[in-house]
Structure formats: structure tokens, C-alpha cells
């Protein structure tokens, strides 16, 4: 309960006092929206660091080389708690913005900082919003932002962490659009520091691991119909061997 108490006062805390940050953010963007996108991903990715250690998560990158240089991503990842976004905020380089849920729009500050950092706000149940995001996506990649997006829709509570849920499709149009490389993310571990023992939080081990990029215009005929058939299909590898290493390190 210790940790939960010093995550929870460390996002309170700081989401209070922070506002002056707020306003003083807001002011830079009116001029310059590119110097103020880059302290906030700075700040915010200081605070992320902070809040994994209190929660004691201790993190192995994988395969950060292979992402490419000099130009933004869709990062494609499985989904299993909310310390994913935290552990690819502080992983990956560059700006960055995650796609969140809609209802996530309405938290008074978080909201702010979450825009000020790029997040997309994805309404599911509108078609016609959905496709504007969509739209936002491609020009926010085409501007050097990447952008990180769970094509399961939802936290994936299955027991088996190979087995994820279906794709949704829409989830890759920002790549296939923009021309912008993918790059599938694996992440095991997260689920067991909060959403395994609610409202406890435990110290982890994650492993967050970068698979070969790709563009879509790029896959064979059969693989390009179906971009996130595809993903998934890579995710779900990188999820069979990380098991399988640690399986080994455990047997010895």
C-alpha cells in the first residue's frame, strides 16, 4: 500500500503544482508550439521516471536500435496496463504522443498535460470523430511526432499474455496514410505492478522490446490487406520468445 500511496500523492502533487507550468506552457505555444511540445515531453517524462521508481519498476529495453532515425513512427503495442504509457514515454526518443480514449479528455489538468505531450483523443463510438483523429495522426506524423497506439482498443486481462485480443484494422490508416514506418512493441511485466492485485502496487521486472520496423505500402499482397493481422501476428513472437528467455533464466 506504500507504493500506491506515493504514486497517487506524486501525480496529485505534481498535477497541482504544476499549473503555473500550465500556463506558462500555454504562453510558449502561442509562439512556438515545437519548443513547448519539447519541455512538456521533458517534464513529463521526469515525472514518469519518478513515479516508476516509487512503484519500483525496473525496465529492460529491447531492440531500441532498430528504430529508425530522423523521422517519426507508428509505434503498434499490446496493451495490458496503464504503466505501458509510462514505460514508452521514458523508452522511446523524440516526441511522441499516445492515442487515448476520449473519455480521457474530461480529467482536469491530466487532460492538458496529455495534449501537451500529443496524445490523440479517440472517440470509438463515433465513426466521424474516429476518422478525424485518424486525420490528426497522419498530419501530427507527418510533422515529426510519432505516435503509439493499442490496436486492441482495451487492456488485455487475459491470463495468457500471448493470446491478444483482435486487432482493430483503422488502428494502422495513420502509417498507411502518412507512408510512416511501423514498429511493433512487445511490453510484458506491467500488468503485474497495479491491474494484477488492485489497489496494490508491486515492484516488476519489464521488458519493453522494439521489433523490425515496416511500411505498409512495403508487405507482400497478402500481408498489406491486413496490416494489423500482420502486426499482431509480430507482437505475439516477441511475446513467445521473451517468455520463453525468461522461462530459461527461471529454470536455472
Not at 505531450?117 to 501530427?140: P, W, Y
Not at 519489464?206 to 502486426?231: D, S
Amino acid at each position: 500500500m506504500i507504493r500506491f500511496i506515493l504514486v497517487a500523492a506524486t501525480v496529485i502533487i505534481y498535477l497541482i503544482l504544476s499549473i503555473p507550468v500550465l500556463i506558462a506552457e500555454s504562453l510558449i505555444g502561442k509562439n512556438n508550439r515545437r519548443h513547448r511540445d519539447e519541455q512538456s515531453i521533458s517534464k513529463v517524462r521526469w515525472i514518469f521516471k519518478i513515479i516508476l521508481f516509487f512503484a519500483g519498476v525496473k525496465i529492460t529495453v529491447k531492440g531500441k536500435e532498430k528504430i529508425p532515425k530522423n523521422e517519426a513512427v507508428l509505434y503498434v503495442g499490446n496493451h495490458r496496463s496503464y504503466f505501458d504509457i509510462l514505460v514508452g514515454y521514458t523508452t522511446v526518443p523524440g516526441l511522441i504522443g499516445f492515442v487515448a480514449k476520449k473519455e480521457m479528455e474530461k480529467i482536469p489538468l491530466l487532460s492538458t498535460w496529455m495534449k501537451y505531450v500529443n496524445c490523440l483523443f479517440l472517440d470509438r463510438q463515433n465513426l466521424k470523430e474516429g476518422l478525424k483523429t485518424i486525420l490528426l495522426g497522419i498530419e501530427q506524423v507527418k510533422s515529426g511526432i510519432s505516435v503509439w497506439i493499442f490496436p486492441e482498443g482495451t487492456r488485455n486481462s487475459n491470463e495468457d499474455i500471448r493470446k491478444l485480443l483482435p486487432f482493430k484494422e483503422g488502428s494502422l490508416k495513420i502509417a498507411e496514410k502518412s507512408g510512416c514506418p511501423v514498429v511493433p512493441v512487445a511490453i510484458t511485466g506491467t500488468a503485474e505492478v497495479f491491474e494484477k492485485h488492485l489497489p496494490f502496487i508491486r515492484s516488476s521486472k519489464v521488458t519493453i522490446e522494439f521489433g523490425e520496423p515496416f511500411r505498409v505500402k512495403e508487405l507482400e499482397p497478402e500481408f498489406k490487406k491486413f496490416p494489423g493481422a500482420y502486426v499482431k501476428k509480430q507482437i505475439e513472437d516477441m511475446l513467445e520468445a521473451e517468455l520463453s528467455h525468461q522461462g530459461k533464466l527461471a529454470g536455472r
